[in-house]
């Protein structure tokens, strides 16, 4: 194994976007064993849930490094005491969410309908920047509902940018719906439209401007990087994570070779000994891992004995020992 280099790429290069319900601590624990480079996202969490809720939403492993906490919210103040908290906690980036279009998101008036208020996005990131010095990012589509202009876009970014302080935004290239979609159908519906972020890449060249939605490959990836500063990819790593093993070596160039994913299963195990002792289910570390031998002979059984057994009772770090067995042919 070829040990790591630095690397003079901005962090953004490429990086796994926040996916709620998905992209939870064990989720980014097990991508940073797959890739070292590649900046990790939080799900969105809003302020009201770290400020008044119960659980500790921003607990964390160092390991995850580096790993960028994503905010839902749009008061300043409330948003400036969550970014200093993760700055204290080690978080590297702070990224407020103005792309979410669900209903519960609307009501909290965070999300996608922020692209209607850029002087609020600009004061919130003010607010932020004024509290940390890691960096503030913006998540957000290239427009909403029949505001969807690319003057529209042009204007949110001058404002956040030039206002709010803001140098580093992130473009899922596809507007939103605000009524009438689903979330999921926000994510698919609405057509791509690549050329618009490469504008906002041409007319803002002082900003760092990354691109998201639908890219699915390496290769795609680095096409978008010809235009771009860095490229966000979701679903795609989600699924198929084994595609992360690739990318220090074909992306950052830190790396010469690609970790073994069957070594990086096996990595896993003293965490999840560590987690299970803490009283977490092997379940809920184990789903994020179902997809990594897509394509490999095995990869089916190793899925389904996973998804029979790791919500059993009592299941410990043998269920996936025993799945690994299917695409290894050993039995230990
Ligand atoms: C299950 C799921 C949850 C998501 N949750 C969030 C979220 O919390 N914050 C956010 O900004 N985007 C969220 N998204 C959108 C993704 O970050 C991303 O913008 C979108 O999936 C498009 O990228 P992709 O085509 O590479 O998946 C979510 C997407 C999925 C599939």
Partial sequence: MTSDKTTNYPMQRFSVAPMLDWTDRHCRYFHRLLSGQTLLYTEMITTGAILFGKGNYLAYSQQEQPVALQLGGSD????????????????????????CPSDRVQNGRFGA??????????????A???????????KTRIGIDDSDSYEFLQ???????????????????????????????????????????????QD??????SINGGIKTLDEAKAHLMHVDGVMMGREAYQNPGILAEVDRELFGTRTDAPDVVSVIEAMYPYIEHELSQGTYLGHITRHMLGIFQGIPGARQFRRHLSENAHKAGADVEVL????????????
């Fill in 76 to 99: 300043p103040q409330a948003l400036a005491e969550c970014a200093k908290r993760a700055e204290e906690l080690g978080y590297n980036e702070v990224n407020l969410n103005a792309g």
């Fill in 113 to 126: 309908c922020l692209m209607a208020e850029p002087e609020l996005v600009a004061d919130c990131i003010k």
């Fill in 128 to 138: 932020m920047k004024s509290a940390v010095s890691i960096p503030v990012t913006v």
């Fill in 155 to 201: 204007r949110f970014i001058q404002i956040v940018s030039e206002q709010g302080g803001c140098d580093n935004f992130t473009l899922h290239a596809r507007k939103a719906w605000l009524s009438g979609l689903s979330p999921k159908e926000n994510r698919e519906i609405p057509p791509l439209d690549y050329p618009r972020v490469y504008q906002v890449k």
């Fill in 204 to 209: 803002f060249p002082h900003l760092t401007v």
């Fill in 321 to 332: 020992r025993q799945a690994l067995t299917f695409v290894t042919g050993k039995n230990s």
